[in-house]
């Protein structure tokens, strides 16, 4: 019997301990305030869901879309380019056995120059091939083209440069430069947009910059818009612009440059260029530059004068919570403490973060005027900078 009992309650299975509202929700006896708060939740969370799902079919819609038109651009680019290729291809197999001539400076005239090797290398006389009034003359290899801005020694070395690159584009032409003429060369690669032989040209004329030249080398770089060899050798340039200054060195360059370059040396010594700036602040012009700097003025002013009444709001708030303290609890309360802490915490960081902004300000007002001085003075003698700065 004891053993019939035994079994029994072992096939009983044993029930954990539940409260009522656990055994009611979990039985389906739910009241009818819960129901409807239980409806009103599934509803909730059924419009969350689609408003989720609707938002990631838009997401991924956009998604697609861009991706499609960035394709498409990747597409167009690749058409483009193999087009050029072909059309450039074509004409080096029309022209490869005609030839021009070249008048130079003080009418000095190169007969029998091959065409072929300047299409191929010049961007200038694929257009010059490629318009059809000029076929006629190129065939019958009496087409004069015009260089007479250029002596003719430095036009023979550039077209020296031309054939050793035309015959082997993997070829340095480093070792082909002649020092005398690598400034000139410079200037009809640019003129002719022979842009492989400008880039080797250039890295030449950049390793090379020293403090006899580094002025020379600047005006240079902004007459022809080179912009990584402009970058060097205006960086060459602040670092000894003290030295600079005092020396014949900084006669040689323009007035407007000069103020260039005091802007950017006033520039990168004040507070203007934060630490670990990594892009360039760009400007067309002294105009646009004083235009924008005075936006940006006012805006600092703006934003300082909002938190010094933001920060007068907080403390006058502080104090009427201590005051209505003393009144509750009586004279014994922690008063003085309550105000030592208007000042504490937060406000007192606060205030510490004001005071920088207020030099900065300064700071800023400071460089606006200077550069505003330096500017007028441009406008008088109608010599103003046109290039674009870089901050």
């Given at each position: 019997?004891?053993?019939?009992?035994?079994?029994?309650?072992?096939?009983?299975?044993?029930?954990?301990?539940?409260?009522?509202?656990?055994?009611?929700?979990?039985?389906?006896?739910?009241?009818?305030?819960?129901?409807?708060?239980?409806?009103?939740?599934?509803?909730?969370?059924?419009?969350?869901?689609?408003?989720?799902?609707?938002?990631?079919?838009?997401?991924?819609?956009?998604?697609?879309?861009?991706?499609?038109?960035?394709?498409?651009?990747?597409?167009?680019?690749?058409?483009?380019?193999?087009?050029?290729?072909?059309?450039?291809?074509?004409?080096?197999?029309?022209?490869?056995?005609?030839?021009?001539?070249?008048?130079?400076?003080?009418?000095?005239?190169?007969?029998?120059?091959?065409?072929?090797?300047?299409?191929?290398?010049?961007?200038?006389?694929?257009?010059?091939?490629?318009?059809?009034?000029?076929?006629?003359?190129?065939?019958?290899?009496?087409?004069?083209?015009?260089?007479?801005?250029?002596?003719?020694?430095?036009?023979?070395?550039f077209l020296g440069l031309v054939d050793v690159k035309?015959?082997?584009?993997?070829?340095?032409?480093?070792?082909?430069?002649?020092?005398?003429?690598?400034?000139?060369?410079?200037?009809?690669?640019?003129?002719?947009?022979?842009?492989?032989?400008?880039?080797?040209?250039?890295?030449?004329?950049?390793?090379?910059?020293?403090?006899?030249?580094?002025?020379?080398?600047?005006?240079?770089?902004?007459?022809?818009?080179?912009?990584?060899?402009?970058?060097?050798?205006?960086?060459?340039?602040?670092?000894?612009?003290?030295?600079?200054?005092?020396?014949?060195?900084?006669?040689?360059?323009?007035?407007?440059?000069?103020?260039?370059?005091?802007?950017?040396?006033?520039?990168?010594?004040?507070?203007?260029?934060?630490?670990?700036?990594?892009?360039?602040?760009?400007?067309?012009?002294?105009?646009?530059?004083?235009?924008?700097?005075?936006?940006?003025?006012?805006?600092?002013?703006?934003?300082?004068?909002?938190?010094?009444?933001?920060?007068?709001?907080?403390?006058?708030?502080?104090?009427?919570?201590?005051?209505?303290?003393?009144?509750?609890?009586?004279?014994?309360?922690?008063?003085?403490?309550?105000?030592?802490?208007?000042?504490?915490?937060?406000?007192?960081?606060?205030?510490?973060?004001?005071?920088?902004?207020?030099?900065?300000?300064?700071?800023?007002?400071?460089?606006?005027?200077?550069?505003?001085?330096?500017?007028?003075?441009?406008?008088?003698?109608?010599?103003?900078?046109?290039?674009?700065?870089?901050?």
């Amino acid at each position: 019997m004891n053993a019939d009992a035994n079994e029994n309650h072992a096939a009983i299975p044993m029930l954990q301990i539940q409260d009522i509202s656990h055994y009611l929700e979990e039985n389906g006896i739910i009241t009818g305030r819960d129901a409807a708060s239980v409806h009103e939740n599934s509803y909730r969370r059924q419009d969350q869901i689609e408003q989720a799902e609707n938002v990631e079919g838009q997401t991924q819609y956009q998604t697609k879309v861009i991706g499609q038109f960035i394709q498409e651009n990747k597409t167009k680019d690749l058409d483009r380019h193999k087009n050029e290729i072909n059309k450039k291809e074509s004409l080096l197999k029309k022209f490869k056995d005609a030839k021009i001539s070249i008048r130079l400076k003080d009418n000095k005239v190169i007969h029998g120059i091959g065409l072929r090797n300047l299409v191929d290398q010049c961007d200038t006389f694929v257009t010059l091939v490629s318009w059809e009034k000029h076929t006629s003359s190129i065939m019958e290899n009496s087409h004069v083209f015009q260089l007479i801005q250029f002596e003719k020694d430095a036009v023979e070395h550039f077209l020296g440069l031309v054939d050793v690159k035309a015959t082997d584009s993997s070829q340095s032409i480093v070792d082909f430069i002649l020092n005398d003429f690598i400034i000139d060369c410079c200037y009809v690669a640019h003129y002719l947009q022979a842009s492989e032989i400008l880039e080797e040209i250039v890295s030449v004329i950049q390793e090379s910059i020293d403090y006899e030249n580094c002025t020379s080398i600047f005006v240079l770089a902004d007459e022809l818009q080179l912009m990584s060899l402009r970058q060097a050798s205006m960086k060459y340039v602040l670092e000894r612009l003290d030295k600079i200054k005092t020396s014949e060195l900084w006669d040689s360059i323009p007035k407007s440059l000069q103020n260039h370059i005091l802007t950017l040396q006033n520039a990168a010594q004040s507070s203007i260029i934060g630490r670990g700036q990594t892009k360039n602040v760009i400007f067309s012009s002294s105009h646009e530059f004083l235009a924008m700097f005075h936006d940006t003025l006012t805006l600092h002013k703006e934003r300082l004068r909002e938190a010094k009444l933001r920060q007068e709001e907080i403390v006058k708030e502080r104090k009427r919570e201590g005051s209505n303290s003393i009144l509750q609890f009586g004279r014994f309360s922690k008063r003085h403490v309550q105000e030592k802490d208007v000042f504490g915490g937060s406000v007192e960081d606060a205030a510490k973060k004001i005071l920088k902004q207020e030099e900065r300000v300064r700071t800023l007002q400071i460089f606006y005027n200077e550069q505003k001085a330096i500017f007028a003075k441009d406008m008088q003698h109608n010599d103003q900078f046109r290039g674009s700065f870089a901050l």
